[in-house]
């Protein structure tokens, strides 16, 4: 009994415990900040905010407990004029000598911004207890996001980012801040990590525009830049699936790859179609699993699942009585889906 949703300020309390799991800059465990993340949410679904500033948050809820155990988020954009996307391009740097006749390739990160940014996926998190569970949660949790893409196509970018987290030190420090960032700001990484929420200039006014070379570094910094951590190593591992891939790029923060993808080229996207459902007794682990959604008059307005349905004539699928109770639809309803 699970269903996503869109988010409502009201949702605070639950949503601030599921942040305090991971705490990350996305969904920091913040109560201030989890209270404008909300706002800013109930605001982007309702459309009352510019397109460009556009946050959406889903929740994952389990329906007999009454309880929220996950969340996942899209931002519209990511990276304008007032708050540009920054990142390190990891690059090379080409030496020859004649003398010696010897030839050297030196790995450098140079601080990059983007002004017109992407679309940004992040806030994926769900709770220890119901990850490995029958039902894929954490699949429909990061489905979710591109259905929604699909339905609401206009809103989003052309291209789609996804910062992973690399592996970190146990009380959630990073290597790579400690050797640099922490000594161009004088800020310690969870200083950095939330003010970058709502203030970037200080990276641009601090951190140097020239190449820095990657060999001045510690040998465990440099073996961590680019690399994912073993917990998010099963998102690499979908976002490769789908259509994503290392985009050559870390963050400045923690030294996370960066996975991009075109919007339209991404799987869920491209296949997702509106179908009509039709009612079935019952499906099987043998049907194929999807990815549902739909939009309602009623609350929540948005309203997902991942479920088992049975493919039957063009356009068409049957779901079970439970499978539309869940979404507040009734036989014969139009819903869109994506297999996955």
Known sequence: MFRIRQSYRDDAEQVFAVAEHLDTVNLPANRKHIDAILDRSE?????????????????????????????????????????PHIFFRVETDERYSVTLDKYMVHPTLRI?????????????????????????????LSYVRFLYMRMHRELFRSDVLSELLPPLEAD??????????????????????????????????????????????????????????????PVEKMLRRIGFSYAGQID????????????????????????????????????????????????????????????MEPGVVGMTEDARARLGITNGSKVWLAYG
């Not at 009454?66 to 519209?76: D, E, F, N």
């Not at 801040?177 to 709502?198: I, M, N, P, V």
């Not at 951190?207 to 570094?217: A, C, R, Y």
Request: proline share 6%; net charge negative; aromatic share 8%.
């Open 112 to 140: 990059g911004y983007n002004y017109d940014g992407p679309s940004e996926i992040g806030g994926l998190i769900l709770l220890p207890e119901y990850r490995r569970n029958t039902d894929a949660l954490g699949k429909a």
């Open 43 to 83: 605001r982007s679904f309702s459309a009352e905010c510019p397109v460009g500033e556009r946050e959406f948050l889903f929740v994952l809820e389990d329906l007999e407990k009454k309880r929220i155990i996950g969340t996942s988020m899209i931002y519209a954009q990511h990276g304008t004029k007032r708050a």
């Open 172 to 233: 959630g420090a990073s290597k790579l801040w400690e050797a640099l960032g922490r000594r161009f700001t004088g800020l310690t990484y969870q200083e950095a990590d939330l003010l970058s929420k709502d203030n970037k200039e200080f990276i641009h006014a601090l951190f140097p525009d020239d190449p820095i070379h990657v060999e001045l570094l510690p040998d465990d910094v440099r073996a961590m830049i680019g690399q994912v951590g073993p917990e998010t190593k």
């Open 252 to 311: 400045p923060f923690d030294g996370g790859p960066h996975f991009t993808a075109r919007t339209d080229d991404i799987t869920v996207v491209r296949d997702a179609a509106l179908v009509e459902t039709r009612a079935v007794e019952h499906t099987d682990a043998e049907r194929p699993w999807a990815i549902v959604a739909t939009e309602t008059a009623a609350r929540p307005k948005f309203r997902a699942i991942g479920t088992r349905v049975i493919p």
